[in-house]
């Protein structure tokens, strides 16, 4: 069976960090892009940063480009957001998700085939 786990959310304070894992089993791993989608109550979901399956492309969203860094480790099968000078507006749920079309870093939630169930983020003000 398909799983990806997404682990290391929690409670931080403003300007603190936290790091994010995603690992995933039952796929191989080198075939698949993954994302960070992140998604509030009544919102949309939208992506966060996500990196393709060769390590070769990623993308960044504008909102939380230079705090937050996605990268992979394909031995380990886990994907990693390091997530740097938090926000109170960073407070939300993410996601990692993965898909074996993407063909580069993919924005769009319709480009994963698995996802997920998430890891709360909350940063106190």
């Known amino acids: 069976e398909v ?3 997404a682990s290391g959310g929690g409670l ?3 300007g603190g960090s936290v ?22 109550p009544g919102k949309e ?4 940063s996500c990196i393709s399956r060769a390590d070769r492309t990623s993308y960044t969203a504008d909102s ?18 390091q997530m740097n000078s938090l926000k109170p507006e960073d ?3 993410y996601y990692c998700a993965a898909g074996n079309a993407i063909t580069s870093a993919a924005m769009r ?3 994963y085939s698995y996802w ?5 983020v909350t940063v106190s003000s």
Not at 27 to 33: E, M, N, S, V
Not at 69 to 78: E, P
């Open 3 to 5: 799983q990806l786990q």
């Open 12 to 14: 931080v304070q403003a």
């Open 19 to 40: 790091r994010l894992s995603c690992v995933a089993s039952g796929l191989t791993f080198d075939d698949y892009a993954i994302g960070w989608f992140r998604q509030a």
């Open 91 to 93: 407070t939300d749920v």
């Open 45 to 48: 979901r939208e992506v966060v």
């Open 64 to 81: 939380v480009k230079g705090r937050f860094t996605i990268s992979r480790d394909n031995a380990k099968n886990t994907v990693y957001l």
């Open 116 to 120: 997920g169930q998430g890891t709360q």
């Open 109 to 111: 939630p319709q480009a």
